[in-house]
C-alpha cells in the first residue's frame, strides 16, 4: 500500500470502502490514533517525537493493530488489486484471505476469552482455498470444516511463511499428546498425518 500509495495511505478514505455495517473510516482511524497514543513501542514513542503527524506511516501503523483490525482494514482495501498485492505474499486469493483473516479474529477472541476452542463448532468459517495454496489445499478436512483442523492447518501455513524454523507444529503436537487430547474432536481426519503441512515441515507450501 505504501508503495502504490503513499506511507500514509490510511488516511486517504478513497483507498477504502464508504461507511457500512461494521466499517467506518474515520472511527477506524480515531481508534488508531488511541492504539499509538498508548503504545509503548520503542519505534513508536520515537515516530511521536521526531514528526508531527496525526499518525506514523502505515508500515509502522500495522504492528500496533489487533488482528481484528488487520481483518477490518485489508477487507476494506477498496482496490481490489491492492487487496491481490498483499494476498500474492501469501499466495492466497484476495477474497480467500479476507475470509481467513476474518476467521482468525473470531479465534483469537475466543482465546483471549478463555473460551473453549478444541472442540468447538466455529459459526464463523473461513472460505475453503481451492486452487492455492497447494499445501493448504491438500491438508484441509473439507468434510468438517466447523472444527479447529482447518484453523490449525491455515496458522501453521502462515507461521511456515513468516517464520521458517519455527517450533509451532512441533508444540501444538506435544500438547496434543501431553493432554491425551482426541483429535477427532478437533475435526483431525484419519490420513492428517500424511497430509503435506502435517507430515513434515515446510517452507509454506
Not at 464508504?18 to 466499517?23: D, I, L, N
Not at 517450533?167 to 500424511?194: A, C, K, Q, Y
Amino acid at each position: 500500500m505504501a508503495h502504490e500509495h503513499g506511507p500514509h495511505c490510511h488516511l486517504d478514505e478513497t483507498l477504502f470502502a464508504p461507511p457500512r455495517r461494521g466499517w467506518r473510516h474515520a472511527e477506524q482511524v480515531t481508534a488508531l490514533q488511541a492504539e499509538a497514543a498508548r503504545s509503548q513501542e520503542t519505534f513508536i514513542r520515537h515516530l511521536r517525537r521526531t514528526y508531527d503527524e496525526p499518525l506514523p506511516p502505515i508500515w509502522a501503523v500495522v504492528e500496533i493493530m489487533t488482528l481484528g483490525q488487520l481483518s477490518k482494514w485489508y477487507a476494506n482495501t477498496r482496490l481490489r488489486a491492492d487487496r491481490n498485492a498483499i494476498a500474492r505474499v501469501y499466495d492466497f486469493d484476495e477474497s480467500e484471505l479476507t475470509s481467513v483473516l476474518h476467521h482468525l479474529s473470531t479465534v483469537r477472541n475466543h482465546c483471549a476469552h478463555h473460551a473453549r476452542v478444541w472442540n468447538r463448532e466455529f459459526t464463523i468459517k473461513f472460505k475453503l482455498p481451492r486452487q492455492r495454496p497447494s499445501a493448504v489445499v491438500r491438508s484441509l478436512n473439507r468434510a468438517d470444516d466447523r472444527r479447529l483442523f482447518n484453523t490449525l492447518t491455515v496458522l501453521l501455513y502462515l507461521m511456515n511463511r513468516v517464520s521458517p524454523g519455527h517450533r509451532w507444529r512441533e508444540r501444538l503436537l506435544e500438547l496434543i499428546t501431553v493432554h491425551r487430547i482426541d483429535e477427532s474432536r478437533m475435526g483431525f481426519p484419519e490420513n492428517w498425518r500424511r497430509m503435506p503441512l502435517w507430515g513434515r515441515v515446510t517452507e509454506g507450501g
